[in-house]
């Protein structure tokens, strides 16, 4: 599987990004896809995350502003983001899981649920 992360780049506080993730080499569909990001000096953390038969979570601190949607009949998962602040700069990776067969959405949490991931895109939020 492969993911292709782009969109990022640099904005001021206040705006509005979105960030897209190409994925290729199995069934869309049939993916568990979600977003990390990873702050300068910090670990990787979730962002958010769309089940292949429905469902979405996001962290708390981008709940309400940011959206993660999936279309997959373009294979791409896009992450809109609104109402940015400077705490939203990191690199922002998409990942996916392959096994579909789990009950509890919140495992789609934690970093390793995810088997695949993409190369990042950088986010910048001047204040």
């Known amino acids: 599987v492969q993911l292709q992360a782009s969109g990022g780049g640099l904005v001021q506080a206040g705006d509005s990004l979105t960030l897209s993730c190409a994925v290729s080499?199995?069934?869309?569909?049939?993916?568990?896809v979600g977003w990390f990001r990873q702050a300068p000096g910090k670990e990787r953390v979730f962002v958010a995350a769309?089940?292949?038969?429905?469902?979405?979570i996001y962290a708390d601190s981008v709940n309400g502003r940011f959206t993660i949607s999936r279309d997959n009949a373009k294979n791409t998962v896009a992450l809109h983001m609104a109402s940015l602040n400077p705490e939203d700069t990191a690199i922002y990776y998409c990942?996916?899981?392959?096994?579909?067969?789990?009950?509890?959405?919140?495992?789609?949490?934690?970093?390793?649920?995810?088997?695949?991931w993409g190369q990042g895109t950088q986010v910048t939020v001047s204040s």
């Open positions: 990942a996916v899981r392959t096994n579909s067969k789990f009950l509890n959405n919140d495992i789609l949490r934690y970093r390793t649920s995810y088997n695949h």
């Open positions: 080499g199995r069934t869309f569909s049939t993916l568990e």
């Open positions: 769309a089940r292949s038969r429905g469902g979405i």
